[in-house]
Structure formats: structure tokens, C-alpha cells
């Protein structure tokens, strides 16, 4: 790691200038710094003579977050690097292309997106994405079934997990979603106005069982090699094409937590449709399409994976036990509803908040969408090891929002 | 690795010479190898001036079982030596002392336990270890509390779990135990008198879900450092001293694992008292110390941890959260109970016996003995995901002796 340093766009460019398969001799480069700064820098690097581009991804050795900063491992680089290049081989087209990796610079060179948005803007801005539940279903089923015990060899899952184990960013995940949201932690991030709310949480025990259980799964099942963070800000997407960016988070845990992550984010757009549609019938359709987008993902993963299951499956007593693969399943769902509403309850009063919602300028606006997140958090919470059906978590969101108009 | 070779006698005492510590200038060594030759060699050095002895354990690359030769990593060696160290850290007195490690060689110097007996055989001559109960419940406790996230540092838990992916021996207990008794598999060995009885679990569904379910705890379910192969063979004993051996089979797995192990080793001996005992009042007899040893392990170990969670619980949510450590214990429990009859079915119709009921000469009474082990293992398993107190494996396994002898 000794030759590790933060590279400047000269630099950047004298690296991309190598990349003879991507630039053409006498290709005129030109980089800009397009990240955000906190965790990576990411340099686009296009040609403008042929019009071909890169994206160079660097991460930083400390996270910055709302003005805090701590150390973070560069390991993490491996990682996104060989989590992207699993997932590409089990999900082709649905990530972007790694073209290399460099360990001791901590960078990764791969395909540029710049023509798709990242998902969260898009939704903001009332984009549908007709192909999505499909691309995303897909994702979700290959490379999930193909990590796990079900469709993996079991021995070489275990070497696997070994080049998965992730601790520092798993300790954020821990600490900013299952654990600081339902204490008074230092961390917590809210408007005053819901102060109620988040007290609530502090003391809600029935809450915090169904939490505990559900971090507990987070801390414990091995299940598969999970992307760790699939919210829509980790989506880069148009009408036709979805791509799933950003795995820095990847370990080997329980699958609901990525289906759940992508759900979640789904219904804080729902909720924070209080402000961004004028009017209601406009408001209503948006959401009818969000609620049918979530059904269909679901909907279509399963099928997705039992059919795998069916032609791919590797354990002879998990295929051959009569009620199992059900069983599995049901499970699975009863996961996934849980971790979509813990991810939905840390955005409304934990460190990370998501755009869609704090962006509204109404204030009364804003609250109603934050009461409204959390009361849907809250419910799919306790719904969790309940469930037998995705209508289930459908008709909750429907009856909480019912009820919080009134 | 390349200085590996098994090792005859000379060249173990000259290593033993090395041991100053242990032998003094002028040790006259005698050394005998004592080993069963299918996995290990194992040397036993004693010095015939000083009394001073050790054993000095080098892992084979190969397992022979039954006659079959297959490869086997040496890495077990050190999976072995760093086990035995962290349980001997964290329950001192219980296991033997490792004196040095050598991974060229995969070889492990220890304390020598020679006035101790295996359990096993101690438990065919009728011995009684009324400090048993105390001994491995400490044990039990102590090493699966400490290296859980509840009593662990859960960053260094994960790095831990790394330092004991053990995919080799894994397998051996996954194929062994949690598959091929219920297929008709190549490995199976069962007297052909009870082939009904293998023939009915490969056709038993109901089992074959719960066998499944315990099946994908072991391979996904990483909650603690288990032994991973705690049955009364790898345990020395005496009326005052409990010392527990043999941990090649150690991997971060299902805290019920193991306790499940012991009350299955238990329970053959129970099972096989039929010829043991020549007068029922003293079959009796012997058969309530080992029901009494069972509910002993169970009540004290779920003491035990519920104070070291109450001392040294590291997780917060866990330990505030309304509920959570019932549920907990609750749950550990019912896997108790169904690795328990998981392990006793593999040592009636699966590849590894086990000698009380093998060497059981009177043929129908060995037969009474192995239908009685797998009417118990059955209902067992059949109970696991219902039962509630350690009371409910003590009642069935007396209902199912009854029945039995109707």
C-alpha cells in the first residue's frame, strides 16, 4: 500500500492514457472529479476525439459523513471491485464493466454510465422505469441463488466468504441501522418537529425485539454474497437499462436485506410524494406504479429463484425435503419485509437521510412524509415474521397511509 | 510445507529433546505411538527419570474410515492448535495445555492426559462423573458466549470467523450427518436387520424438512466457535477433571451444535444400557444419572450464560430489547434438541458408529439398542421447533423408551 495516494486529474489521466483498448493514439483526454468526496474519488475520463470515456473510482481512507470523519479500510476497493466482477458474471449487463483494478492505488477503472441517472433523482423527478422489476428481479435471483448454499459448490462458498469478510463497513451498517435509530445515540439525525417520534422508537419494545432479530440475521446468516447497500442511490438507470453500482458493502449475509433495501427505497418515494406530486390524482398514480413495482419485484424474484432452484440446485436435502424450498421462501419474504422497514425508520431519524424527503421545502410537507415513512417502517417491522404474502406488505402500506390522512 | 513427513518414534523424541522445559538434561524418553492411524499420528513421550510426559499429535494428509482413503488438509492441524488455545483461554482447567505448534510439520505438542479416560469407554464400564455436568456446561458456555457477537468484540469476531473457514471438515459433517442417512447413500452402514428402519427415514418427509432446516443452520448460522465435533469420544475424563479434545473440526457454526452433540453421546449410552446393564434396576439406575447429567448440562449452561450475557453482554440492542434473551435461549435450545437427533441417527445407520451399541455382542439386544437410539433421535427432531424446556427432551425420550419396550 505504500504507493497509495489520493491521485489528482493529471494523474488520473496519465493512468487512463495507458488504457490503449479504451484510447485511441492521440485521444484528447479530459477528466473531471465527479464524486462527492466522502468515501471515493471518481474522475471521468473521456476522449473527445473519439468520444469514448471511463470512470475511475479511488477510495479514500477515511469516510466523511455530515462533517465527521473516521479512518476507513481500502480493502474496501478489493471488494467493490470483485463484488462488481461476481455480480457481472452472474447478472451480465446489469453492472457496469470493470476493465482493472489496482490494489495499491485502491482504484478501480471501469465503464462509464454517464447516460443514466442515478435511480433516486429519477424517481424524484417522476421517472418510470417500465423495465426495472424485471432487471432488477433478475439481479436479485442470480446473484443471490448463485452465492448461497443452494447454488453454489459449499465448500468453495465458505473460500468465498473468506474474501468477503467485510468488518468495517458491516460496523456501519450495524451501528447506523440496527442499533443507533432506537436508542438516544449521538448519530440520530432529526427535525425537532419529530422528536415524539423518535422517542417512540427509543421505547418501543415490541419494536426492538422484531430489530434485535433482525440484527441478529445481520450479524450471523452466512446466507449469500449480498451487494450491501442497494438503494436507489446505488442504481444507475433509463427506460431501457439498469445498472447496479457501488458494492462496497458486500459480505456474505441474509438475502431479505437486499431485496428489502431496494423496497425501502422505493416506499420513501412513496412517501415523499406528499410534496413532489401537486395534485392528487398525479400523486396517486405515481404511487399505484411504485406499489406495483415492488409487488412485481418480488413477484417475479421468486419465480426467478425457484426456477433456479428447480434446474441449478446443488443441496440434494434442500431440493428433495417435501415443504422445504416453501419454507425457504417464506423465510425469505418474511426477511425481506422486516430489513424494508428497518432501512425505511434509519432514513427518517438516523445518520443518512435520503433526498427525495429531505429536499421537500414545505415543512409541513416534509414532516407528514417523515410521520408517514416511519409509521410504514414501523408497521412492516411488526408485520415481519408474520407474513405469508407480498400482498401483505402491499395492503399495510396502503392501510398505514390510509391512516395517516386522517 | 515442504518439510512435512509423517514422523517415526526417533525423530519424535529428538523433537521432544527440544523441550527443556519439559524434560530435563538426562530425560531418558520412551515413546509410543497410540494413535488409531485414520486422521492423526499421536506420540506419547515420557520421560522414565522425571515421570515428565507430553503428546505430540501430527495431523495424516489423509482420512482412512472403514477401509476408505481420502485427502485431508493439514491446515486442520492449525485450525486444531488455535482452537484448543482460545478454548483454554476462556475455560482454563478444560482442556489440555498446548505446549507449541509447528505448521510445517502439523504437529501439536500437549499436555499429556494419560490418567484420564475417553468418556466413552468410561461410560461403558459404568463410570459416574458427577462433576461432569459442571465441567462441560462452563465450557459449553464460556467458549460459545465469548466468541458470539453477544460476548465478542463483532468486529473481531468477523476476522476470527476468517482464521476458522474450515471447508474440508465441514463437509464431513454435512454429508455424514445432515444428508446421507436419509438417502440411500454409499457411505450408510447399518446392520441389515434394521434396514426397515434406514428405508424409513429415507421416505420420512416430515423429518427430512426439520433435518433440512438444522442442515442450513450448519452451513449458514455463524453464531459461535463451536468444537464442532463434541461427542464423548473427544472428551478425557475423570471424577475430578473434564478435559476436552480434539477440536480439527472447529468453524464459526450453531451454538446447538455442539451442546447437541454431548446429550446425543449421552443418549446412546442410554440407548445401549440394554446389554450394559445385566438387571433392569440397575439399568435403570444408570439410565436416570444420564438423564439427570442431561438436564444438569441444559440448566446450568443456560445459567451460565445468562450471567456472562448479564456481565459481559457487548450488544446493546440484544441485551435491552424486551424479550430478546428468552427468545434467544429459547431458540438455542430447540436447536439443541434436533442436532442432538441428528446426531444420533448418523451413529446407526451413517458411516461412524459408535462402540457402546456396536460392541453390543448379544444381536438382538444390539438391535433393541439401535431401534431405540433412532425412535428417540426421530421424535427429537420431530419435537425441536415445539419444544420449550429441556424437560420436553427428558419426557420424550422416557415416553419413547416406554413405547419402545412395549
Known amino acids: 500500500m505504500s504507493a497509495y495516494h489520493p491521485l489528482n486529474e493529471t494523474e488520473a489521466i496519465e493512468i487512463a492514457r495507458t488504457m490503449k483498448n479504451v484510447f485511441p493514439a492521440g485521444a484528447e483526454l479530459n477528466c473531471r472529479e465527479i464524486g462527492d468526496g466522502n468515501l471515493n474519488l471518481v474522475f471521468h475520463i473521456s476522449d473527445s476525439v473519439s468520444g469514448s470515456s471511463i470512470i475511475m473510482k479511488q477510495a479514500l481512507p477515511y469516510a466523511k459523513v455530515v462533517g465527521e470523519s473516521w479512518p476507513l479500510t481500502l480493502d474496501r476497493a478489493r471488494i467493490e471491485s470483485e463484488a462488481l466482477i461476481q455480480e457481472g458474471k452472474l447478472a451480465p449487463g446489469l453492472v457496469p464493466n470493470v476493465y482493472s483494478y489496482d490494489p495499491s492505488l485502491a482504484l478501480t477503472i471501469m465503464e462509464d454510465l454517464s447516460d443514466h441517472v442515478i435511480m433516486r433523482r429519477g424517481l424524484i423527478e417522476g421517472g418510470r422505469y417500465p423495465l426495472f422489476a424485471g432487471h432488477i428481479s433478475t439481479f436479485l435471483a442470480q446473484s443471490l441463488f448463485f452465492t448461497s448454499d443452494l447454488g453454489m459448490n459449499q465448500q468453495d462458498k465458505k473460500i468465498r466468504l473468506r474474501d468477503f469478510i467485510n468488518p468495517e463497513l458491516c460496523k456501519i451498517t450495524e451501528d447506523l ?230
Chains 1, 2 share one sequence.
Open 177 to 406: 441501522i440496527f442499533d443507533h435509530p432506537y436508542t438516544d445515540a449521538d448519530t440520530n439525525s432529526f427535525d425537532e418537529a419529530i422528536r415524539d417520534e423518535a422517542e417512540a422508537l427509543w421505547s418501543d419494545g415490541a419494536l426492538q425485539l422484531e430489530v434485535a432479530l433482525l440484527r441478529e440475521k445481520f450479524l450471523t446468516h452466512a446466507q449469500a454474497l449480498l451487494h450491501g447497500d442497494l438503494h436507489t442511490g446505488s442504481i444507475f438507470i433509463t427506460p431501457e437499462s439498469t445498472k447496479v453500482i457501488d458494492p462496497e458493502f458486500a459480505y456474505f449475509g441474509p438475502m431479505g436485506f437486499d431485496i428489502g433495501a431496494i423496497i425501502a427505497n422505493l416506499l420513501t418515494s412513496f412517501a415523499s410524494r406528499i410534496h413532489w406530486d401537486a395534485d392528487e390524482p398525479a400523486r396517486e398514480a405515481f404511487r399505484a406504479y411504485l406499489l406495483s413495482t415492488i409487488a412485481e419485484i418480488w413477484t417475479q424474484f421468486e419465480a426467478k429463484f425457484r426456477a433456479l432452484w428447480d434446474q441449478h440446485g446443488v443441496d440434494r436435502l434442500a431440493s428433495a425435503a417435501p415443504g422445504y424450498k416453501d419454507d425457504y421462501l417464506r423465510r425469505l419474504l418474511q426477511d425481506t419485509i422486516g430489513y424494508t422497514g428497518c432501512k425505511m425508520i434509519r432514513r427518517i431519524v438516523g445518520l443518512a437521510h435520503v433526498a427525495e424527503i429531505d429536499s421537500i421545502p414545505d415543512t409541513a410537507a416534509r414532516e407528514r412524509a417523515q410521520r408517514l415513512t416511519l409509521a410504514i417502517g414501523k408497521s412492516l417491522i411488526k408485520l415481519n415474521r408474520n407474513a405469508q404474502s407480498i400482498h401483505q406488505l402491499i395492503d399495510t402500506v396502503k392501510t398505514t397511509t390510509a391512516s395517516a390522512k386522517k
